[in-house]
């Protein structure tokens, strides 16, 4: 089976990408399964309820979120109604949502896991600890499991990959919007990119208007961040997971 991620899709030219992309995309790729990272959806912070329509009626199956989760007061009420987004799992358990959810494909049942980093990053609950935990109760009811790692830190994302190593089928990064040049599958069939990069402006700081951005760091003023303008790119990765052994078989990065 095929399961399609897509980075951070960043504010409307982000959204906008999607629109035009995504379900084309899916086709091409014969992918099953399209996890969509939105967290940044709602101009570049948060996702509201029209952002999780839009993205759920152009392709996604399940959206991922993570440290701009709260950003946006719709988030309660779409966790509240059950919807098919997640949030970071090493949150506090009493937070609203939940950090896995399985996703029943007919043929295939997919578990997935939203977990969040710790450097640079809120302190929360051990994200090795927690992913651990999320992972052995997936494994009651299914036996591919991809996780989304919602980091800063390349060394972090990496050795949280090794420790899930071989126990599910995917690792991939989000949160820097830079998508890496490292896709591999590991030692125990765990495929994994350290992060899968960003849907939004590709001349920007982040998807965010670069003259914005450089002032906030030459000046060190909390200057409002403003969404940029201009051409646009989608950006993720293909996974090839074989539902016999839950062992990834291929990775390919995706450009669009």
């Not at 980093?117 to 999320?134: A, I, K």
């Not at 060394?155 to 820097?176: C, P």
Request: aromatic content about 6%; overall charge negative.
């Amino acid at each position: 089976m095929k399961i399609l991620a897509i980075g951070d899709v960043v504010a409307k030219p982000g959204r906008e990408c999607i629109e035009r992309h995504l379900r084309q995309l899916k086709r091409e790729t014969e992918a099953d399964l399209c996890i969509v990272n939105g967290e940044n959806a709602a101009g570049g912070n948060g996702i509201r309820r029209s952002d999780y329509d839009l993205l759920m009626a152009n392709g996604a199956d399940i959206i991922t979120t993570g440290n701009h989760v709260w950003g946006n007061r719709d988030i309660v009420s779409m966790f509240d109604d059950g919807l098919s987004i997640i949030r970071p799992g090493n949150y506090p358990p009493s937070a609203y949502g939940t950090g896995s959810m399985i996703v029943d494909l007919g043929r295939y049942q997919v578990g997935v896991i939203n977990l969040m980093g710790r450097v640079g990053l809120e302190p929360l609950d051990c994200p090795f600890r927690v992913g651990e935990q999320l992972v052995k109760e997936l494994k009651k009811e299914c036996n591919i499991i991809v996780v989304d790692f919602h980091a800063e830190a390349t060394s972090e994302k990496l050795a949280l990959a090794n420790y899930l190593d071989g126990s599910v089928s995917v690792v991939f990064g989000t949160h820097t919007h830079i998508q890496t040049a490292d896709e591999r599958i590991l030692p125990g069939g765990t495929g994994y990119l350290t992060d899968i990069g960003m849907t939004g402006v590709v001349h920007s700081v982040l998807g965010m208007d670069v003259n914005v951005a450089v002032e906030r760091f030459v000046n060190r003023m909390n200057h409002r961040y403003v969404e940029a303008q201009g051409e646009t790119e989608l950006r993720g990765a293909l996974f090839t997971v074989d539902p016999a052994t839950g062992k990834t078989i291929a990775v390919e990065r995706i450009v669009r």
